[in-house]
Structure formats: C-alpha cells, structure tokens
C-alpha cells in the first residue's frame, strides 16, 4: 500500500486532501499539527513514501516538520501546502529539503497527480534499492550512485532528495549540454506538472550548496544565461 502522512490543522482542509488520496489508492494517516506528524512518524518507524506538510500550523510548523523528517529519512517525499501570499516559505521549504510545493487553494486532481509523480520517484528509488541496483555513473571527481541515491565528491557521500538525485542523474547522462528549464522540469516533475519553472531554480541552487567548493561561484553546475543549466565536470 502506498503510504502518506498528512499534517494540517485546518479540519476542512485535511478532510479533502485525505478523502481524495484515499479515492487514488493511498493510505493515508493524519495529523491535526506538527508534533502529531512527527509523533505519527515516529510510530510507524518512518514507514511512509510521501509526506504532504501544510506551512502554517501552531506550534511546530510545517517547514520544522520538513526540516526533521529530512534530517530522519531522505528517501520520503515531501510536498508542502502553502498559501499564494507565502512566496518566501515557498523557497524556504523547497531549500529544507522539500520535493515540491502545492498552492492552496488546489483541485483534487492537480494534487493527485503532484502526489503520484512524486510517489513514481520514490518507488522507482526503492526498486533499486531492493534490487541491489548498483549502477554508478561518474563524471570527472563525482560517482553518482543509482542504487541508494548518494553523490560521492571525492570519496565523500553528499545525501541527496528524490529530486535532487533525478537533476542530478539527468546531468551526468547530458554533460556539457545546455538543459532549459522546461527540458528539466519535464524530466524530474513530469510533462503534466502544474507549477511554475523556478522550482528547478530553487532546486539547482540547493544542490550548489551541497556539492560547489564556492556556490556563489559555481564550476559544476553552470548557468546557461537566457536558457538554463548545464553540467561540466
């Protein structure tokens, strides 16, 4: 069974968002705020795939929640809930580790299918590691490895998200070729991905952060001005 943790305090709200993901196929636990997300975690020994975290909750909030459930798994999917005037928290959750973002308010079907390309992310992940996929790809002083997800710099293991990885794999199978931002975004999000390009932005610029030597001076992943990215190892 595919498995999903949702925390949001708005009653009416998490209702919706848990009777649509029960019509898709999903086991859904609930949380009313962040404690009870982390608590519910916690319980079921991280079993979960995705995590779908509102922003605004009391007491502990939804980007804390992101924040600790990154810090306990890398392999669990990510989405928070956010409002249209939280540009900020946006960025800020997608740098914490999030996978992607929905804005409230939402159709049952653009959150389904946010959920189900992400959830293909994370199974695709498990199947390899079941498999004991062990395919690396390397690219000058980086081994990406296919089976557990890892970037090793130099011998040293960079942990990376669902996203992370597949931007990331998506490089090293096109070095030295200029990648637009819609190119990307289709890749890693899908072609029927509902939200904006600068998802990818965030994303690239959360990577830098963990692989550049100097991010603000980036020798890795290099902006194609005008277009987008490309890889040079």
Avoid at 10 to 31: D, H, P, Q, S
Avoid at 67 to 84: D, N, Q, V, W, Y
């Amino acid at each position: 069974m595919k498995k999903i943790l949702v925390a949001e305090d708005e009653a009416a709200i998490r209702e919706f968002v848990v009777i649509n993901l029960e019509r898709a196929g999903y086991e859904v636990t609930e949380a009313d705020c962040g404690e009870a997300a982390l608590q519910r975690f916690d319980e079921e020994n991280g079993n979960f795939d995705i995590a779908i975290l509102d922003i605004m909750m009391p007491g502990i909030d939804g980007l804390s929640v992101c924040r600790e459930l990154r810090k306990r798994s890398g392999s669990i999917g990510i989405i928070m809930l956010t409002a249209k005037t939280q540009e900020m928290d946006k960025v800020s959750g997608l740098m914490l580790g999030a996978d992607d973002y929905v804005t409230k308010p939402f159709s049952p079907s653009e959150l389904v299918a946010r959920v189900d390309a992400l959830y293909r992310r994370v199974a695709l992940a498990e199947v390899r590691a079941q498999n004991n996929f062990q395919e690396e790809i390397r690219s000058g002083e980086f081994v990406l490895n296919l089976r557990n997800r890892t970037l090793l710099k130099r011998g040293k293991a960079i942990e990376l998200t669902q996203v992370e990885f597949q931007i990331m794999e998506y490089f090293f199978s096109n070095p030295g070729a200029a990648l637009d931002r819609t190119n990307i975004l289709n890749h890693v999000w899908g072609e029927a991905y509902f939200g904006e390009e600068k998802i990818v932005d965030v994303n690239i610029r959360r990577l830098r952060m963990k692989i550049e030597d100097q991010p603000s001076s980036p020798q890795h992943i290099v902006t194609v001005w005008g277009l987008g990215y490309k890889w040079e190892a």
